[in-house]
């Protein structure tokens, strides 16, 4: 069986190496976050960019109801488990997608996998990377950046 990953850039890695490389066992999940090198900018399974909000706490959600429209959640499916994520519960009960306590989202600019359009919006909401630098959680205010 052939499984591949695909990094944000839509280069195809042969995933049992890589995994071979990096020591990691991969979760096959259709739709769950895809685990890439280095700083690359993480995607779903699909190809489409992952991103952050600075002012998200650890593993706290602060994207809500309008937020929302313009940056969905990663919303966790039935029988998704991938390795190195964890999820989180939202407000409204329903669970998310993080990593390392970064809850994660989509941004509803992106028009195809590999779009990146929503990083640096309003300052706040960055690419999701696996070597993200910590982020500094900003005041709370009703600005949510677009």
């Known amino acids: 069986m ?13 995933a049992l190496t890589l995994a071979a490389a990096l020591g990691l066992t991969l979760a096959g999940c259709a739709g769950a976050p895809v685990a890439t090198t280095g700083s690359a900018p993480l995607t779903d ?5 992952l991103y952050t909000f600075d002012k998200d706490g650890d593993g706290v959600s ?3 109801a309008t937020c929302t ?9 039935a029988g998704e488990n ?5 999820a989180i519960t939202r407000e409204d009960g329903s669970r998310q997608w993080s990593l390392a306590g970064r809850p994660l989202y989509f941004f509803a600019g992106d028009q195809k996998p590999g779009d990146a359009r929503g990083d640096g919006v309003g300052g706040v909401w960055h690419l999701a990377r ?7 959680v900003a005041s709370s ?3 949510y950046g677009y």
């Open 62 to 64: 602060r994207c809500a």
């Open 2 to 14: 052939n499984i591949l990953l695909r990094s944000h850039a839509d280069r195809r890695l042969p």
């Open 130 to 136: 696996n070597a993200a630098p910590a982020a500094t």
């Open 69 to 77: 429209a313009t940056w969905p959640p990663y919303v966790v499916k």
């Open 82 to 86: 991938p390795a190195g994520m964890s």
């Open 141 to 143: 205010g009703s600005s």
């Open 45 to 49: 399974a699909g190809g489409r960019t």
